[in-house]
């Protein structure tokens, strides 16, 4: 009931966390977000529950992405839900899913941002982000669930502290530079379509360790599953309200009669480098329509941009392995691992279908900036490094480097090939349409220009694409 009142769920009004603002209400500011903080008061009750380990808590399956439901309605349970669902007598889903406390909570603080009932309210203009109650809590819980520095999740300051009943921790996974994932076995994935990794592994198998082993490697998995489980569901939550793969199978808009209307999400993989300049008409023209059409508000996009920066920022604090030995086999801290592969697991494939569904459906106006900045954040990972003590990796000044691109970038290069393709050719014919003579609409245009103009980036695509094709 707590929960349900502070974020107003089942049409009630709620505490209002996305319009108070640190300027306009300053007392209410602070008191909420000492309230909410991750170490407040909620998120200690939160923890007592979750040491008891005997309390489970129910969440509307209507509440859920719509690709995440239609998956279930097949029987193809999503990993993240897969020992979350009842299932009734009749052998179907019930309309709910069971949660621990810790997931019940991040579940309704991130279903928060795409709860229709408060879009309804329009966007609130949250050009100051840390001045907007609810951006500062998500900046927050970023900090310290994601840190960048550090060895991982501060401990939860109990007696005993039980790994909870989630696919995190029965896989028992451990991480590496090149594969392994603690959400399931790779069989259990999709593999990504972005990836190189798919095609590589098939030598190599995946090991085993409890979590006594991950400990004596150097990393934490009884603490680190928090900082899993907090990406995934944000990333499920504001990421998987459209997925192109859904659509395919659903149908497409039905007054479309050629098969080029809306191409299938498979062909993009089989064309690199790529799709024809009709076919990107024909996208804008003849975009299917899906049975729940999630067009993502300004605030929304926004909130995506500062994680994919901060998620940039996590990764790139890595610490570098040190291998005395050319033939070594080391596979790093379970933290560490978990860096490394928190953006391709989690991230990457989500934000694909975000970014193409919002290229499609946006606007030919301004406000398109913001799509534009989030996909430009993504594909310049090399922008996003450290961080001053006591300051936000993500609101870090960011420098304009006109250095070249390095080399060692090659490998997001090829694993991300189809944002640096498929969206850019999207783009395109969003600026034949869009009037240029407006300056703001020129300066996007110049933004993108500039960022493909960086030297060796072409270079580094053309070797990705090579690499795709060989």
């Not at 928090?226 to 504001?238: D, G, N, Y």
């Not at 610490?319 to 080391?330: A, F, K, T, V, W």
Request: glycine letters at 6%.
């Amino acid at each position: 009931m707590l929960l349900e009142n502070i974020f107003g769920f089942n049409n009630t009004q709620g505490w209002g966390l996305k319009t108070i603002s640190a300027s306009w209400q300053p007392y209410d500011f602070v008191a909420l977000r000492d309230f909410l903080s991750p170490n407040g008061p909620v998120m200690q009750t939160v923890y007592r529950l979750l040491v008891e380990n005997i309390y489970r808590f129910e969440f509307p399956l209507k509440c859920l992405p719509w690709p995440s439901r239609c998956l279930i309605d097949e029987g193809a349970i999503p990993v993240l839900y897969m020992n979350k669902l009842q299932f009734l007598t009749n052998g179907q889903a019930a309309d709910y899913i069971l949660l621990n406390a810790f997931e019940y909570y991040l579940f309704h603080f991130s279903y928060y941002l795409v709860n229709a009932q408060h879009l309804r309210a329009g966007s609130y203009n949250w050009n100051t982000p840390t001045d907007a109650l609810y951006i500062a809590l998500v900046e927050e819980y970023m900090n310290y669930f994601l840190p960048a520095e550090g060895t991982g999740v501060p401990p939860i300051r109990t007696a005993s502290t039980p790994l909870p009943s989630s696919p995190i921790n029965s896989s028992k996974a451990s991480y590496s530079s090149f594969q392994g994932s603690p959400f399931g076995s790779p069989k259990s994935r999709e593999a990504s379509p972005f990836s190189l990794r798919s095609f590589m592994r098939s030598g190599s198998q995946q090991q085993q360790q409890t979590p006594t082993t991950v400990e004596q490697s150097g990393g934490n998995q009884q603490e680190t599953w928090r900082s899993e489980t907090f990406l995934q569901i944000v990333a499920e939550m504001w990421l998987n309200q459209n997925s192109l793969e859904t659509a395919q199978r659903y149908g497409f808009s039905p007054g479309s009669n050629t098969s080029h209307s809306a191409m299938p999400y498979s062909a993009h993989r089989q064309r690199f480098p790529g799709m024809a300049r009709s076919s990107c008409y024909s996208y804008l023209r003849d975009a299917y329509t899906l049975p729940e059409n999630v067009l993502p508000c300004q605030d929304h996009v926004k909130v995506i941009r500062m994680l994919v920066k901060h998620v940039h920022y996590f990764t790139n604090s890595v610490r570098p392995e040190n291998i005395s030995s050319l033939h070594q086999c080391h596979y790093g801290s379970y933290w560490d691992g978990f860096k490394r592969s928190a953006m391709s697991q989690e991230i990457q494939k989500k934000l694909y279908s975000f970014l193409k569904h919002s290229f499609l459906r946006w606007p030919l106006d301004y406000s398109f900036r913001l799509v534009l900045e989030t996909w430009l954040s993504y594909v310049q990972p090399w922008r996003y490094f450290g961080g001053k003590d006591g300051e936000s990796p993500t609101h870090k000044q960011e420098t304009v480097q006109d250095r070249a691109v390095d080399a060692v970038w090659q490998q997001f290069v090829t694993d991300n090939l189809l944002f640096f393709t498929v969206l850019f050719q999207l783009f395109l014919p969003r600026v034949f349409r869009t009037d240029l003579s407006h300056p703001r609409n020129t300066y996007m245009l110049f933004r993108v220009c500039k960022v493909f103009s960086q030297m060796g980036l072409n270079t580094l695509i053309e070797q990705g694409m090579r690499l795709v094709n060989r």
